[in-house]
Every structure is written in C-alpha cells, then in structure tokens.
C-alpha cells in the first residue's frame, strides 16, 4: 500500500513538475483535433429503410391452388428463414453492381478506372457504406452513409426496387426452364396420343368400337340365334365375335394408355398455366415498413468523439512519456 502511494505521489508530483507542458500538449490536441474532425474528415449523412420479408410471392400457390398443404397467407410476415433470404438477395453480385453503375460510384466516389484496382477499392468502399442487418424482430434494416443525403436516400431506395427486380428474375429464369421441359413433355404426349388414336381408328375400322359392350351384345345375340335354330345368323354373328377377339386385346391396351395420356397432359397443362402465372405476374417480396428519405443532419464524424478520444490518448502518452523520461535521467543513486 505504500508503495502504491509513493508510485501515486510520485506521478502527482512529476505532472505537477511538468503542468506547463501538460496544458500546451492538450491546448494543441484540442485545437488539432477539432481542426481536423472539422475540415479534413468528410461527413457522411445516413439514410434507412426498414422491410419485413414475405412469406411467399407466388400467385398460384397463393391464391389459384385449391387444398395446397404448402398455401401460405399473402399478407403474413415472413419469419428467421425469410429474412435470412432476403439478406443473401441484398449481399448479392446483381444488386451490388447495379447500385454501382445505377448511381456511377466511380465517379461519386473519385475512383479512377485506370487506377491500381480500382474494382477492389469500389467493393470495399462499397462494404464500408452499406450495410444490412436483421432486427430482433425479424425486419431487415438496409442502412446506407453518403456525402450526399440525397444519394444516400435514393440508394437506400432503389434497394427496395432492385430486391423484386432480381428476385424474379432468378424465378422467371426457373419457371421458363420448367416451362422448356413442360412444353417438350406435352409435345412428345401430343404425338404418343396421335399415334394412339390411329390406332384405335384401324381398330375401329375392324370393327371393335367398345369391347365390353360389344361382346354382350353380341353374345347375347349369339344365344338368341342358337335357340331359334337360326344357323345362318348364328355363323355370322360367331364371325364378329372372332373379329372382334382378334382386336379386342389391341383396342383396350390402346385405349388405357390413352386414358393414361390424357390424365398427364391434363396435368402439365395445370402446371403449365400455373408456372405460366408465376413467370408473369408476381406478388413483392417484402413489406415496406419505413422508406428513406434525405436526412438534415450527418452522422459522422461525431467531433467531440473524435477530440474525446484524442485527449485521452494524448495524455496517457504524455504520462508514459515523461515517466520513461524521468527514470532514464534520474542519478544512479536515486535509481538503486
């Protein structure tokens, strides 16, 4: 405990011997400080918006799919799955670089082409502006700094405008892939069905239109004929059924696989005007909770954060400093 009040006293009394020089050093990181917080760091202005994600966009699965186990509510908030969707969508290549070009950061920012990376030192300033996080409440907060408050505003903006554009994009070129194999399917079962249907006409054409009811028919009149010694009508009506035992095998297995087509192509029809549905039309894929707008006061730098922390660290170096220096100089009898 002694030991700690001399270190003490002996502190107090070695700034005690140096208090003029003490106050010039925070006079002059005073007046600096602010100097430069004041005319050689630019401020910067912020703007952001707030969004909620959905839960789905898709019209068909919303609205026109009876009894779908997956039908979500259009108007319901998108939960921690949602939103961790969105932020992939705002962090990705296509809404970088079209808020790059939209707003010609380039130039806003004084980055010359011809300069030594000039791609690279575009992403990080890009990085170190804009930002997007998620709330404890599941919204998503785009947060945008700019010189500018205007570009910061309508940067902040465009962002709700780009999220759908890229968005359908993604889905449209799924959907029209989708649509490729749905339409090839449809049109190799537009061909089976023709090439079926031709051969039910030859069997048609030989006499068998539908089997079942034709072999009781005819059976029954078979039976008719043979009771009433009718020979002749007997012989004839045994050819029909020979006829029609000779086609009859032929004409039903056609026929399942007709039935069979028809139920598939009534089925890619529906996905077809389903996917058809979704590549058109589209519902938006957040809510809009706050928009941006220019704001009248910037954000940074906080100047007396800057001068704070200057003196601060200005006068834990002083200390340091003539600590250092007063034990390198002190005698050697003093030292020991």
């Not at 554009?165 to 490729?180: E, H, S, T, W």
Request: hydrophobic share 45%; charged share 25%; aromatic share 12%.
């Amino acid at each position: 405990m002694k030991d700690q009040d001399f270190n003490f006293l002996w502190l107090f009394f070695l700034l005690n011997k140096n208090v003029k020089s003490f106050f010039i050093v925070l006079v002059l990181t005073f007046f600096l400080s602010a100097y430069v917080s004041l005319y050689h760091i630019e401020p910067k202005f912020k703007s952001s918006v707030v969004i909620y994600p959905t839960t789905t966009n898709s019209i068909s699965q919303a609205l026109l799919v009876e009894h779908n186990p997956y039908r979500k509510d259009v108007l319901e908030f998108g939960e921690e799955e949602e939103a961790e969707h969105l932020l992939q969508i705002l962090n990705s290549d296509p809404i970088r670089d079209s808020i790059i070009h939209r707003f010609d950061l380039f130039q806003h920012y004084d980055i010359d082409m011809d300069s030594d990376y000039p791609i690279t030192n575009i992403f990080k300033m890009y990085q170190d502006l804009i930002s997007f996080k998620k709330t404890k409440f599941n919204s998503i907060e785009i947060i945008v700094f700019d010189k500018d408050p205007e570009i910061a505003a309508n940067i902040a903006n465009e962002f709700l405008i780009l999220i759908d554009v890229v968005v359908n994009n993604i889905r449209k070129n799924r959907a029209l892939q989708a649509l490729a194999v749905l339409d090839k399917r449809k049109a190799l079962l537009y061909t089976k069905r023709n090439l079926i249907q031709d051969s039910l006409q030859y069997c048609r054409s030989n006499g068998v239109i539908g089997t079942t009811p034709q072999v009781e028919r005819l059976t029954e009149q078979y039976a008719i004929a043979l009771s009433t010694n009718n020979l002749s009508g007997a012989s004839r009506i045994k050819k029909e059924l020979n006829q029609l035992a000779k086609y009859a095998g032929l004409h039903d297995m056609l026929l399942r696989k007709s039935r069979n087509i028809e139920n598939e192509l009534s089925l890619i029809e529906f996905e077809s005007e389903r996917v058809e549905v979704d590549t058109y039309y589209s519902l938006e894929n957040k809510f809009i909770i706050n928009r941006a707008y220019p704001a009248d006061k910037k954000a940074s730098p906080v100047r007396w954060l800057i001068v704070f922390c200057s003196l601060i660290s200005v006068i834990t170096l002083f200390i340091i400093s003539i600590a250092v220096l007063d034990i390198v100089t002190a005698p050697k009898d003093v030292k020991s």
